[in-house]
């Protein structure tokens, strides 16, 4: 594992601050992971930032994932999730999910806050998820704003589904850019970060608000942040720790070294 210290900015695999960070953890009372597309892209699941593959290659997702594309093209927006959906059910979680339920072991309190709507968290085990994003499997009605369950929704001609109260498109039951968070969900992310001890940002590049403000409010209260990321974020300057590497390795050595590893 590769890591750098945000104090003298050198690159070692035994940095005293990865003793630094274990014992942080070993008395921390309250711990956060805020994660995002990164945490499953070893899962398969490309990021916004990857490149999409075969059909849906000429589309930049950012463009897809709006309000105004699903009035302007309903059917378009509906089989872009739908193969979302048939991607993620060919998925499992990979180890950093499973390393991250593994964490939940040795601390009092762990919560995930999540930006991503695949529930593969939730699938490796974790328990206390927060889903800032909403979640892929579920559906709404466009026009009333309800969870519609897909037995229940009319096929329309088009091919996408219709709401059986009132006849307007289910659409899927997530964040679309452009729309605000589900309050509660937030209300919670915020208090939970300003109440950590350590607080992870996991696979996220830290641009999507409101979601990448949690980091600074949790600094703000005094909490130890530790990123872990590939590559640099906007994030990065403001971490205590960067474990520069991809999260299905680094957080099982986190969980590893946990255990008494060495
Ligand atoms: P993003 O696509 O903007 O950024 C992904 C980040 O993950 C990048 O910083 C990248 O360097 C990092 N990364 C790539 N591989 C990694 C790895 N193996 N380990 C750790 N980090 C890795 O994603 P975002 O910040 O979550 O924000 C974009 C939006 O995309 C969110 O709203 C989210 O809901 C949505 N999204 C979700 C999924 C999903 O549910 N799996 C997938 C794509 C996009």
Known sequence: MSQICQMCQKESPNHPITQSLISRLRSAQRVVALTGAGVSAESGIPTFRDAQTGLWAKYDPTQLATPEAFARNPKLVWEWYEWRRALRHDTQPNAGHYALAALAKHVPRLVVITQNIDGLHQLAGSTDVIELHGNLQRNKCSRENIVIERATARPTAEGLLACPRCGAYLRPDVVWFGEALPRDALERAFVESTQCDVFFIIGTSGVVEPAASLPRYAKRAGAFLVEINPEETPLSAIAD???????????????RRLEGGD
């Open 241 to 255: 720790v960067v474990l520069r590497g991809k999260s299905g390795e680094v957080l099982p050595e986190i969980v």
